[in-house]
């Protein structure tokens, strides 16, 4: 499976962005899909996950309410709608495909990984 975020950019704090990660092949739709974070000098952390058919989901707790992760199975893509979004949003995110079909907000789960798409957010 190859991954490949888009929709990076640089937004005042309060505004929104929208992620699109594309995945390569169908039998995507059988992988939960993830998304993390990595700001500079940090770890790559987690932020939201989708189960494969979109019936749960997770999210970090300092995004919740602010952040919304879908997909869409038919044209093998995955999102992350970001609102009222803060400085300390502010990181490289990336798209991942997990082992399971579940959600999972581990990263030793997720073997596949897209380049990652910045996000810079500015008070």
């Known amino acids: 499976v190859q991954l490949q975020a888009s929709g990076g950019g640089s937004v005042q704090a309060g505004g929104s962005l929208r992620l699109s990660c594309a995945a390569s092949r169908r039998t995507f739709s059988n992988n939960g899909m993830g998304w993390f974070r990595q700001a500079p000098g940090e770890e790559r952390d987690f932020v939201a996950s989708i189960s494969w058919n979109a019936g749960s989901t997770l999210y970090k707790d300092s995004v919740k309410g602010r952040f919304t992760i879908s997909r869409d199975n038919s044209k093998n893509m995955v999102y992350l709608q970001m609102n009222n979004l803060k400085p300390e949003d502010t990181a490289v995110y990336y798209c991942?495909?997990?082992?399971?079909?579940?959600?999972?907000?581990?990263?030793?789960?997720?073997?596949?990984w897209g380049q990652g798409t910045l996000v810079t957010v500015s008070s």
């Open positions: 991942a495909a997990a082992r399971t079909a579940a959600v999972s907000g581990q990263k030793a789960l997720y073997n596949y």
